[in-house]
């Protein structure tokens, strides 16, 4: 095995051990679990902010817009699926910030909210490789067995390494731009490396 297979099998250690060392993740996962869905995780800020507050040393966990949700059912793409499922999250632990989201209908509301259309997506892990930015494309699950599984189609260097860079499978490069702009990075962890998306 490389030294960069080494190095990337630690940093699923050390993330498995973030994740469970939470107890407001662990909460959260074992939550979306007892909705029953086949397949499912939670990723994207909600597990960035974990990792990257850990790494800058912050006792205060920093404040969450939303908890992403992402499920994958391609014989239910029915907005009201998604909110169905909020509103149970809402209820078991009311006062967090929920968003469900089934990944197998994206592409029917796409277009509308970021300009362009794009194509079906075919799976849970699919979805995730089309995530914003490199950092932001992992999410985790959580086993019946309470095993961590971690899905990270593009390998954990980019949030291990505090590293914001566009990935361009989905998001524009205009898109981008407004979510460094918006979100204030550097701001929230000093360490965090910012990389210009190129046009």
Known sequence: MSSA????????????????????FMSALRAV??????EWCIGAGALRNLVWDALSGKIQRSGLADIDVAFFV????????DQALQDRLCTLMPGWPWEVTNQAGVHLWFAQHFGHAVAPLSSL???????????????????K?????????????DLFTMT?????ARASVATYQ????AKKYQDRWPGVTIIDAEC
Do not use: C, F, K, M
């Open 178 to 181: 407004a979510r460094v702009a």
């Open 145 to 157: 067995a309470d095993g961590i599984n971690i899905i990270a189609p593009y390998g954990l260097n």
């Open 5 to 24: 297979d080494d190095i990337e099998a630690l940093r699923r250690r050390q993330l498995v051990e973030l994740v469970e060392a939470s107890d407001w």
């Open 74 to 81: 391609a014989d239910d793409l029915s907005s009201a699926r």
């Open 33 to 38: 679990r007892s909705l029953g869905l086949a």
């Open 164 to 168: 914001v860079r566009h990935n361009p």
């Open 125 to 143: 892990a699919d979805a995730v490789a089309t995530w914003p930015e490199y950092a932001t494309a992992v999410a985790v699950t959580l086993t």
